[in-house]
């Protein structure tokens, strides 16, 4: 962890000093640098190229679970934690889609327009609304 500080902040400081001030060595940072990566950090890029291509496809509503599910049936071999680790550290979250809403409410109290009555609205005692400038 204070090996990837050092790794962020080389171009604001010198390596050197970042390495004296967080205690560790020098030659410790270089050695981490250099040291190919583990077989589960390769697998894990594996993963995520494959998780990323799975969340494309699902219009990014996919959370861990069902990710889970679509890599399984795949045919990979990967656990929830493991998918909502890799999802989470690259800032892939699940949209949840909204609920329907119905805005229109045919049940309120007036005319639709297929009452008998089609005469236009008494606007009387309305000054407003009479149509005129003056009433």
């Known amino acids: 962890?204070?090996?990837?500080?050092?790794?962020?902040?080389?171009?604001d400081f010198p390596v050197h000093r970042l390495c004296q001030v967080l205690g560790v060595s020098q030659s410790g940072y270089f050695a981490w640098k250099d040291r190919p990566a583990s077989r589960r950090q390769r697998y894990d890029m594996v993963m995520l190229a494959h998780v990323r291509s799975a969340f494309a496809l699902s219009n990014g509503t996919y959370g861990s679970p069902r990710m889970t599910r679509e890599l399984q049936d795949d045919g990979f071999a990967i656990g929830r934690r493991r998918t909502?680790?890799?999802?989470?550290?690259n800032g892939l979250r699940g949209r949840?889609?909204?609920?329907?809403?119905?805005?229109?409410?045919?049940?309120?109290?007036?005319?639709?327009?297929?009452?008998?009555?089609?005469?236009?609205?008494?606007?009387?005692?309305h000054p407003a609304r009479c149509g005129r400038t003056a009433c």
Do not use: C, I, N, W
């Not at 962890?1 to 171009?11: G, S, T, W, Y």
């Not at 909502?84 to 550290?89: D, G, I, K, P, T």
């Not at 949840?96 to 008494?122: C, I, L, N, V």
């Open 1 to 11: 962890m204070r090996f990837a500080l050092v790794d962020q902040a080389k171009k």
């Open 84 to 89: 909502a680790r890799l999802m989470r550290e």
């Open 96 to 125: 949840q889609k909204r609920r329907f809403k119905r805005t229109t409410d045919s049940e309120h109290a007036y005319s639709s327009g297929t009452s008998s009555d089609h005469s236009p609205r008494s606007t009387e005692g």
